[in-house]
């Protein structure tokens, strides 16, 4: 069992930056960060390989977002800079399987966090 914890969401204004962290108990190998707007289905944000060697993006957040994770803390980040309104959403990490392909569908993960709000104001 994998439990998963974010933080580090908030406010901030068109233009800023905001790091997530995704803290897991349990054994971890692909990870991925997803996000929901409201009235908006969940999206594929960034991915993850459990050695960090391999990372996959959604176009909408390629070179703004950068993905990490540091196995000794078993914690995932998310940094993401020059934010816009329409990266507003509820970040929420995924645990999925070890394989070389980092999937970018929900089905693909087994354990979920619970999410944290970002909101970007114009």
């Known amino acids: 069992q994998v439990q998963l914890v974010e933080s580090g969401g908030g406010l901030v204004q068109t233009g800023g930056s905001l790091r997530l962290s995704c803290a897991a108990s349990g054994r971890t190998f692909n990870m991925g960060w997803f996000r929901q707007a409201p009235g908006k289905a969940r999206e594929f944000v960034a991915g993850i390989s459990w050695s960090g060697g391999s990372t996959y993006y959604a176009d909408s957040v390629k070179g703004r977002f950068t993905i990490s994770r540091d196995n000794v803390k078993n914690t995932v980040y998310l940094q993401m800079n020059s934010l816009k309104p329409e990266d507003t959403a509820v970040y929420a990490c995924?645990?999925?399987?070890?394989?070389?392909?980092?999937?970018?569908?929900?089905?693909?993960?087994?354990?979920w966090g619970r999410g944290t709000q970002v909101t970007v104001s114009s």
């Open positions: 995924a645990a999925g399987k070890r394989g070389p392909r980092i999937g970018v569908n929900a089905y693909e993960y087994d354990y």
